[in-house]
């Protein structure tokens, strides 16, 4: 009998951690449609307000400048997880924001080098009621000049062959003059003991912004331990800078540490060079 009660309790707790998370709900909260994968809810403020440079490259805000919040049903109650993209002078009330609403900052950090105005990228987490958790972010969004208006404007369509990147590095997601990679590990990642799908922020991603005949990247290396040293060498190797190393979890398990990097150049050579930093780690092509 005690057999039967536990497989039972196994397979409602099963049952109810894949069970469909209320996107109704927290779209209404949010005030705009988020997107589900795979049972995580994720929406994005792309920081739209800002004008950031690098030298004289003009970042778009989905290049680097994108705010994300992402919930995940955990059974009986949900997990958020996210970044918030921030001036500095935004720093400290967002800070005093999450902790006033009961949430964990995990950590704060740069992704870019050289940008003007300067950005910070603070990373949070919480856990209990999925509707709740998003009200307690979207009251942090508010005391910050984050865009949280809907806008149906699509990003217009550019003729940009990236023929010789795709050739290389696979099929990527066109927008715009954007193009945008998504490379999942092969391990089993948690977080809490909770298993964190790669649209937690647990696939390694790189964006290029084309610029004339020229090209930036940025992104995210998502790493082991062993792994961190092997792709600063390839990517440096190539002419593609490191500009942060840091972690975004506090409970991970691997623990995994986040690489940026940032580089302008020939399309086709920063796809080299980003090839052989992936080579160097185990996630799927």
Do not use: C
Request: aromatic letters at 8%.
């Amino acid at each position: 009998m005690k057999k039967l009660i536990f497989f039972l309790s196994a397979a409602m707790f099963t049952i109810n951690s894949f069970a469909q998370i209320d996107s109704t709900a927290l779209n209404n909260v949010f005030g705009k449609k988020g997107t589900v994968t795979n049972n995580v809810y994720k929406i994005s403020y792309p920081r739209s307000d800002l004008k950031v440079k690098v030298g004289n490259f003009l970042v778009a805000p989905g290049l680097a400048l994108g705010t994300w919040v992402g919930i995940i049903n955990m059974g009986d109650h949900a997990m958020m997880m996210g970044d918030l993209v921030l001036l500095d002078a935004e720093v400290p009330k967002v800070i005093n924001k999450l902790v006033g609403e009961n949430l964990e900052v995990t950590a704060i950090h740069n992704h870019l080098i050289n940008e003007i105005p300067a950005v910070k990228y603070v990373h949070y987490h919480g856990e209990g009621n999925a509707t709740e958790l998003a009200q307690k972010i979207k009251a942090v969004l508010q005391v910050t000049a984050t865009p949280l208006s809907f806008s149906s404007a699509p990003a217009q369509t550019q003729n940009i062959d990236w023929s010789k990147v795709t050739a290389i590095l696979g099929t990527g997601k066109q927008n715009g003059k954007l193009l945008q990679y998504a490379f999942p590990r092969n391990e089993k990642l948690t977080e809490s003991g909770m298993e964190m799908p790669p649209s937690m922020g647990m696939a390694t991603s790189v964006n290029f912004q084309m610029d004339g005949n020229k090209a930036a990247v940025t992104g995210d290396f998502v790493l082991l331990a062993d792994e961190v040293n092997p792709v600063v060498k390839a990517l440096t190797e190539n002419g593609i800078t490191p500009t942060a190393i840091h972690t975004h979890m506090l409970h991970d398990e691997p623990h995994l540490f986040m690489m940026h990097f940032w580089a302008i150049d020939n399309p086709e050579k920063l796809a080299q060079g980003l090839k052989a930093a992936l080579d160097k780690t185990n996630s799927k092509k």
